[in-house]
């Protein structure tokens, strides 16, 4: 008699087939889907009727089997393939495949969730979304650029509106110093008329006269006496300009004449020595005994006559250029308005060279800085000893001095020390104060030397530090970190992608959009950096491919095919033996 159980174990198999062509036909359609990983379903058969449980093996027989009719089939699950697709390489800055086998973590409002295609764009917000406009997460960094692990942030590539300026921190240089060259002796000398403190011109002032309380008076050339400095226009000022050391402009400077602080002055003071310190830090004059055989003997003094001496410092590229109408009296009054009448009596010597370079601080600001090199001694048992001076208009504080130091070379003309290897310039314009940069003049292949030549050069080949620059371009390295590159060179490390790996990852669950959520059966996510934990590295302008095989996937539809038919034949087959069991009854 024809069974139409036979009926129901035709349809299981029609239903599981057309399953499996469901998931065939979902591979196949997702054949170019960015990191699409493929599917497989399995099947199980479903419960027998048992006639029989069979029987165990007696004296005299060998024992029966089981008597068991299956019931057809059933669909046991579907298997995803987390295996890696092909790396197709794109260009594209945005786009990132994954070598491994972790996943990226997306926020979808407010929910993680996972994904192996790393095709993402910017957004409005330049923020680094997928395509469905779920937001990648990563690690962020703090002020100074530095990673910050652990909390996982929307991660953002600002290119246009990220600025950035460092300030500087070290400077290289390279050269020759001539070790043959003269030893300095002296710096160019500067006299000015003499000054009384009467008008018949007998009483010479010395450092300690008041300027604010005693009128000065100076010879006019012709015999008689000038009113240099009237003691009742108070605050009077003194402005220097036009000045110049080795043929480099110093800039404007102005002295007043005041007990207190005078708004827009750079210095004050009440007597000619205040005047005459505040002439030495505007000059860049500097007598101190630095190290053991440096001196340049660069003062300001007021001799036994009355006079204002000026002595520059010691080489020749420090020669001071000084002219009478560069010193001018802001408010004369009745006096002269040019009252240091100054004649050069003596010219700078010894062998001496100067570079100039820039350096920036921390808004990025440049800042120009003049360093010198002096020789100040030569050794009898060999070797030089040359007065390193560091100076700067941009200073802003009074003193053009930055910094100073005794640098020593061996008789093979080799660096061998230095008594101070820094220079600090004084910001007032909201900048980190003091700018302090580190300078090294024996930097391995780019050192500096004393050995005999026809003239000293020196060069910064090196600086640290920049201007304000924007975010310009960015790339994705094998770690995941985001570096940013902005128009003034700099490099800084904007974020960086973390990773996500489950111990079961073919228990997440599919969520659409090429994305995946935790599962009961997936395990809980190990979120680590790339390359960590097996997570896998990154490749940057590369998308992961489908890891779909149409060859497979054609077999598997003829399978699928082929079972479906067969199955359909059992139906058809079914039918008929009922019909001819029918038809014996008519």
Known sequence: MASTTALFTGLSGLISNSRRLDVIGNNISNVNTTAFKSNRMQFTPTFSRNFSLGTAPGSTTGGTNPGQIGLGVTVAGTQRNFNNGAIGATGVATDVAIEGDGFFIVDVAGTRHFTRAGNFVRNPSNELVSQSGARVMGFGVDDQFNVIEGDLVPLSVPVGTLTLAEASRNVIFNGNLNASGSVGTTGSVHTGRAWFSDAAMTIPVTAATNLTTTDIYMSDGA??????????????????????????????????????????????????????????????????????????????????????????????VQELGLETADFVVGTPGSGSGQPLVLTKTGAANG???????????????????????????????????????????????????????????????????????????????????????????????????????????????????????????????EDGRISGSFTNGLTRTIGQIALAKFSNPEGLVDAGDNLFRTGPNSGTPLVAKPRDFGTGRLVGGALELSNVDLSQEFINMILASTGYSAASRVITTTDELINQLLALGR
């Open 223 to 316: 015999g008689g006496s000038v009113l240099a400095f009237d003691s009742s226009v108070n605050p009077k000022t003194i402005t220097i300009s036009g000045v110049e050391k080795g043929g480099k402009d110093l800039g404007t400077k102005t002295f007043a004449f005041s007990p207190t602080a005078v708004t827009g002055a750079d210095g004050f003071g009440t007597t000619l020595g205040d005047y005459a310190d505040f002439l030495e830090d505007v000059l860049g004059l500097d007598n101190s005994a630095v190290g053991s055989g440096s001196n340049l003997g660069g003062n300001v003094s007021i001799n036994a006559g009355g006079q204002l001496v000026i002595t520059g410092n010691e080489g020749t």
């Open 351 to 477: 062998e001496s060279v100067r570079t100039s370079f820039v350096v920036y601080d921390s808004l990025g600001t440049p800042l120009t800085i003049d360093l010198t090199f002096t020789l100040q001694q030569t050794s009898a048992s060999g070797g030089t000893t040359w007065q390193m001076v560091a100076e700067s208009n941009d200073n802003d504080a009074a003193q053009r001095l930055i910094g100073l130091g005794e640098v020593t070379f061996d008789a093979s003309g080799r660096f061998q020390s230095a008594s101070n290897q820094s220079f600090s310039v004084i910001r007032t314009n909201g900048a980190v104060s003091p700018l302090t940069v580190n300078m090294d003049f024996n930097s391995g292949t780019d050192a500096v030397s004393s050995l005999t030549d026809t003239a000293s050069n020196l060069a910064a080949v090196f600086q640290d530090g920049s201007p304000i620059g924007t975010l310009s371009n960015f790339s994705i390295g």
